[in-house]
């Protein structure tokens, strides 16, 4: 525990390098390019019309409110999906720095997280107008918003430990990890209800933490409820699992980084 | 007062059979059960304890392969000891190399932010220097360009600047000086001087024997792994002379044109990337440098030291024999022999003949070899290039020449003081007082 917190403080410290990394990433990609940010937008909102066209005019499912819906589940994602397959790049991309210079390894993944946070808070540039367009109530349950969001970015960032720290030793995670996430975001409730899942699966569908986390996103937007404390709970205990668990493996891998990146 | 100390630190490396441990090893070794060897082990560092002082200039030396720069990156926290301990106290900035992590698309400017950040700074303390390292590194006119727009030199100079300009209390430094033009290196080494002027702390790894003398206070020398010696530059650095010369200097015989293994033997030790050309040159290059009608053929050239042992590495003042061997088809009458000495970087030294000397040969026919002796080499430490050719009496037209083909080397000879320049002449000094 003591050792945590050291941690901690040692990133806390560092702020302004993890600062400084993400605006560096921030401002290379989007660099050159005429429509500069606004390719983090255009991204989301043509998946939302590809989408639309697919689930109400080809599909035909009727889905209340489908743009809200959609987004709701896919925005998180995209934070979920972008930092594990970025994030599983960030040591094994970085030899230059790993081998060269000493800082602790963290920092990385770290950043590479808040700058897919940044992205995802960027593209509630969308959500809003389009809340207020499908005249969506909102109310108090938006207080827990960024509550859920922090909870998010500790699961992401645990998973994103893992992953950059094994990727290192082994290459193939990272293509292991693209099939990965398609067939992890159809088990998640994106473009469907949950309802639509059989119900003697549902109780199995449920394991899927991130569903989880969709449920509650939907709960706080679309329905303007507060989640469950229950959900709470169950995504709070994962969340620190997963950060316990990917910053220990991280830790006593990273002292071979130097030597294998 | 310590500021760092290392309490028996080893340092184990592996070395895998192939680049990446795959997954499928991993997934085929869980089936059967087994761990089959992925690697060799070797131990790149052995039970290293040492401590340095604050404000000591410490430099690590050891021919290539010896662990300095491994026990370097250790020193830094960049890789981590095996076993054993390290004590460090205050700031570190490690210059392996200069401008790791650079990002081309940004500018001069951002790029200082970042690469400062990394090397532990604040941006309180990146403010407050920002100044000075733009004007330390001279590209005040282009700091706000993105650095892909640089030359390899003002990055280089970008690099430097940041580093020693963020004020650490150690800095650990490998090689980097080898690097930016003579104006800039001088700067630097200024810098360094100035920066141990100020009490700080500085490790130092290089093969420039030359300025490690100059500016340590204290040597390590290491090699396979141990630390040997640690003491006086001037001690550490003649033991290192004597470790080379026994070591290698009987392996290193004259490079024949086929003997590409002796050379790589040679990259050991030797700069690689005069290495590199040698042995691009003996291999691929050799044609292009030679020229002649061929009528009498250079076969070998070879070496030799004063016990007549076969050697490429000779002290200064030594005596060298070269030995051209030959075949002539037919009969050749007054050819004349010569042999022109460059030095690596391209000045021409010497490039005496047979004829130039005096010395007439009649006729050649069949096989045979002419000596040319050396008694005094005066030449300086270096890497030096050997032309041999045979051209007929006029010495306009060419037999066989070939141009800059062999190269051999020139260590300190301990016994002579002269290590500035080119040459040494022998000479007298004397003084005599107006009283």
Request: neutral net charge; charged residues 25%.
């Amino acid at each position: 525990m003591k050792q945590l917190i050291e941690k901690i403080v040692e990133i806390y410290k560092l702020r302004y390098l993890i600062h400084t990394l993400v605006a560096k990433d921030l401002k290379v990609k989007y660099k050159g390019s005429v429509l500069g940010f606004l390719w983090s937008l255009l991204n989301p909102l043509l998946m939302l019309i590809v989408y639309t066209v697919a689930f109400k005019y080809i599909i035909r499912i009727r889905i209340e409110n489908f743009a809200i819906f959609f987004l709701c589940g896919f925005l998180p994602w995209n934070f979920l999906s972008s930092s594990l397959s970025m994030g599983a790049g960030s040591i094994s991309e970085n030899p230059d720095l790993i081998k060269k210079i000493f800082f602790p390894r963290e920092i990385l993944p770290i950043s590479t997280v808040f700058f897919n946070l940044i992205q995802f808070l960027l593209t509630f540039i969308i959500l809003v107008p389009a809340l207020f367009i499908f005249k969506i109530e909102l109310g108090a349950a938006l207080a827990f918003l960024p509550f859920l969001i922090i909870i998010q970015m500790i699961f992401v960032l645990g998973c994103t430990f893992i992953l950059s720290a094994l990727s290192v030793f082994y290459r193939d995670i990272r293509h292991f990890l693209e099939i990965f996430l398609q067939v992890w975001f159809w088990l998640c409730p994106i473009i469907y209800p949950i309802t639509m899942i059989p119900e003697r699966f549902r109780f199995y569908y449920m394991f899927n933490p991130f569903a989880i986390f969709i449920k509650c996103y939907r709960t706080i937007l679309l329905e303007n409820g507060i989640p469950s404390l229950e959900a709470f709970a169950i995504l709070i205990t994962i969340s620190l699992i997963f950060l316990f668990l990917g910053h220990s493996i991280f830790e006593s891998n990273s002292k071979r980084f130097a030597e294998t990146v | 007062m310590k500021i760092i100390e290392l309490i028996d630190v080893s340092k184990r490396f592996r070395v895998y059979r192939e680049k990446t441990v795959n997954f499928k090893y991993a997934v085929i070794d869980f089936l059967r059960g087994k761990r089959s060897p992925a690697y060799v082990e070797f131990w790149a560092l052995q039970n290293i304890s040492l401590s340095i002082e604050d404000g000591e200039t410490v430099g690590l030396i050891g021919m290539n392969g010896s662990g300095k720069s491994t026990l370097l990156k250790v020193i830094g926290k960049i890789l981590y000891p095996d076993t054993g301990h390290i004590k460090i106290r205050g700031k570190i900035a490690t210059l392996i190399e200069l401008g790791a992590g650079f990002q081309a698309e940004l500018t001069g400017r951002e790029n200082i932010y970042i690469n400062a950040a990394i090397l532990g700074f604040s941006k309180k303390e990146i403010n407050e220097k920002i100044d000075e390292i733009i004007a330390f590194s001279e590209l005040e006119r282009f700091i706000d360009n993105p650095i892909k727009s640089y030359s390899s030199g003002m990055y280089v100079r970008l690099g430097f600047a940041i580093a020693i300009n963020v004020n650490p209390d150690v800095l650990l430094t490998d090689e980097i000086l080898a690097v930016g033009d003579e104006n800039f290196q001088k700067k630097c080494l200024k810098k360094i001087e100035e920066f141990k002027h100020r009490g700080k702390t500085i490790v130092y790894v290089s093969h420039d024997l030359g300025t490690v003398e100059r500016i340590c206070d204290r040597v390590f020398l290491l090699d396979e792994g141990e630390l040997i010696v640690e003491g006086k530059p001037v001690d550490a650095i003649s033991e290192y002379h004597r470790i080379l010369i026994e070591k290698y200097g009987h392996q290193l015989v004259a490079q024949e044109k086929n003997e590409v293994a002796s050379i790589q033997k040679a990259s050991e030790f030797v700069a690689e990337p005069l290495i590199a050309r040698t042995l691009a040159e003996s291999s691929t290059k050799f044609e292009s440098r030679r020229w002649g009608t061929k009528e009498v053929e250079i076969t070998k050239v070879s070496f030799w030291d004063k016990d007549n042992q076969q050697s490429n590495i000779f002290k200064t003042g030594e005596k060298i024999k070269v030995r051209i061997d030959y075949i002539a088809h037919k009969k050749i009458e007054s050819p004349v022999f010569g042999i022109a000495i460059h030095r690596d970087d391209g000045i021409h030294i010497t490039g005496p003949n047979t004829k130039t000397s005096g010395y007439f040969i009649d006729e050649i026919e069949g096989e045979g070899f002419v000596d040319y002796i050396i008694e005094n080499a005066g030449l300086l430490k270096g890497t030096y290039l050997l032309t041999a050719a045979i051209y007929e009496f006029s010495c306009t037209n060419p037999y066989d020449h070939w141009e800059q083909s062999w190269s051999f080397h020139i260590i300190e000879n301990e016994k002579i003081g002269d290590r500035y320049g080119l040459i040494s002449i022998p000479c007298i000094w004397k003084h005599h007082g107006r009283n």
